[in-house]
């Protein structure tokens, strides 16, 4: 069996990490070629930022802990469909074709009990639509009205890649022109054990990594040249969201043009937070810096406070939907080191010295990853809008059965919103009816009331399960 290149020992040698070589004689020629390659790529410049983090977790880990005494909500302007302006604004974004956007989708759906990339899951309650046909289906209804495509970057994972290109290539990319799609790999981070510092294997010819997360995003995008995609096609205005939440309003006049009238290099989407338990992260001011403080650093206290009208005194939740301008992400993406690294304690899965795989029963290694929501407190302007939950947030998170965020949670949100802009526009549901709005072809309220118009429907009404389409002009 023959030796480990001079060049490669030299590498594991030099970090202090022989161990990856452990196994280098039990493994065949492609073993030994997988191994070598990947130990190739590893940013070690990188992996030693991560073991110092992994060796002070609780101090160095995160950006210093904030004091939010004297913090607060920010305004909100609500997206509600009643400031003129702003859609105004964004409707002229659209027609211009100056919006691209980013779908956050390297998740598996493991979680869910799914054996595939998470946007296949099929959550459509009358259809069994995809989260990618959803969701891709809309943006295809946002180039059918305004003329212009919304060109579509994809992040996915290692583990999601090969399948989600297939999807699409199977689902003919969702009514989507190929030629406006942009699929590109998430990047990824070694797992460190927490107690010596040793980066894992879990096979013998693989370091054990993961997603290092969506904050990952921007270096991932701009690696692939996505940023420059983005720059040849006309994009100034660059919308991320993610690939669970079938009600994402991510392209969505209202919000691109307050987006556009208050010059911010970020404008991000939240709703209100009611419950101080609710598993959310928050949007905060304070000193003039707005910024995301994740619901495990916000003390049960602070959480809790009222405002004087009953609302949480922080009560501006999350929901991963941004909007960038595109000079602005290029700016951050060109300065190492712009989203600082988190660090979480997890079971990560590793080969112990004699080879076994070993799924420890506790925390037992460090994973490392980024947040978007990081690149706020370096805009100079940051805009907040906060939409309805029931009109742009429906999170799926948890498996079959779970009290919140389920697959049954999701699929009612999505029928009871069908079932109320049906009504909006004149056309009613009989009760106990499972309706769903089809995204690909009906957009908005003006969709409906056009299709409520010429009797798309007959008598305006509707008494079986159905997928409501407005095909015609």
């Known amino acids: 069996m023959p030796a480990p290149p001079a060049p490669l020992l030299d590498l594991v040698e030099s970090a202090g990490q022989p161990q990856l070589l452990a196994f280098w004689d039990r493994l065949d020629a492609p073993g030994r070629s997988r191994l070598q390659a990947q130990l190739q790529r590893l ?27 004297r913090a607060s909500t920010p305004h909100c302007h609500q997206l509600d469909g009643d400031d003129g302006a702003a859609i105004a604004a964004g409707r002229e974004m659209l027609a211009a074709g100056s919006v691209g956007a980013v779908l956050m989708a390297g998740g598996q759906g493991t979680r869910l009990g799914f054996d595939g990339p998470k946007g296949t899951f099929p959550i459509g309650p009358v259809s069994g639509a995809s989260l990618f ?73 693989r370091v054990a990594v993961a997603p290092d997360g969506h904050g990952g995003m921007l270096g991932a995008l701009t690696g692939s040249g996505g940023l420059d995609w983005f720059a040849g096609r006309g994009i100034d205005t660059v919308v991320t969201f993610q690939v669970d ?88 993406a060109a300065a190492a080191d712009s989203l600082p ?79 109320r802009h049906l009504a909006a526009a004149g056309i009613s549901v009989a009760d106990g009816i499972d309706v769903e709005l089809d995204t690909a072809t009906i957009l908005d309220d003006d969709d409906l009331r056009k299709l409520a118009a010429v009797g798309g429907l007959p008598g305006n009404s509707i008494d079986r399960p159905m997928v409501v389409r407005a095909d015609g002009d």
């Not at 030693?48 to 977790?57: H, I, K």
């Not at 199977?170 to 190929?178: A, I, N, S, T, V």
Request: glycine share 6%; charged share 25%; net charge neutral.
């Open 43 to 69: 940013d070690w410049s990188q992996i030693a930022v991560c073991r110092r983090l992994a060796a002070d977790r609780g101090a160095a880990a995160s950006p210093p802990p904030l004091s939010l005494e």
């Open 133 to 205: 046909e959803l969701l891709l289906g809309r943006l295809a209804a946002v180039a059918k009205r305004y003329g212009r495509p919304v060109p579509l970057a994809i992040m996915t994972s290692g583990a999601t890649d090969a399948a989600t290109r297939e999807f699409l290539e199977q689902r003919r990319y969702c009514g989507l022109d190929p030629d406006a799609v942009w699929i590109f790999r998430q990047g990824t981070l070694p797992a460190i054990d927490a107690g010596t510092g040793k980066l894992l294997l879990d096979a013998p010819d």
């Open 245 to 332: 939440n079938p009600l994402a309003r991510s392209i969505d006049p209202e919000f691109l043009g307050h987006h556009r009238l208050s010059d911010a290099d970020v404008t991000t989407q939240v709703v209100a937070k009611t419950d101080p338990a609710e598993r959310v992260g928050v949007v905060v001011v304070q000193d003039g810096v707005t910024r995301v403080v994740e619901y495990s650093d916000l003390p049960e206290s602070l959480a809790a406070e009222r405002l004087a009208d009953g609302r949480l005194r922080f009560h501006a939740g999350s929901i991963a939907i941004h909007a960038f301008r595109r000079e602005f992400l290029e700016h951050t």
């Open 341 to 419: 690294l988190h660090v979480a304690h997890k079971k990560v899965p590793f080969l112990d010295e004699a080879g076994r795989l070993t799924r420890p029963d506790r925390p037992n290694a460090c994973k490392f990853e980024r947040f978007i929501f990081d690149l706020m407190p370096l805009a100079n302007r940051v805009t907040v809008a906060e939409v309805t939950a029931a009109e742009g947030f429906a999170p799926l998170k948890n498996p079959s059965g779970s009290p919140s965020d389920s697959p049954e949670s999701v699929r009612l949100a999505v029928v009871a919103y069908a079932r």
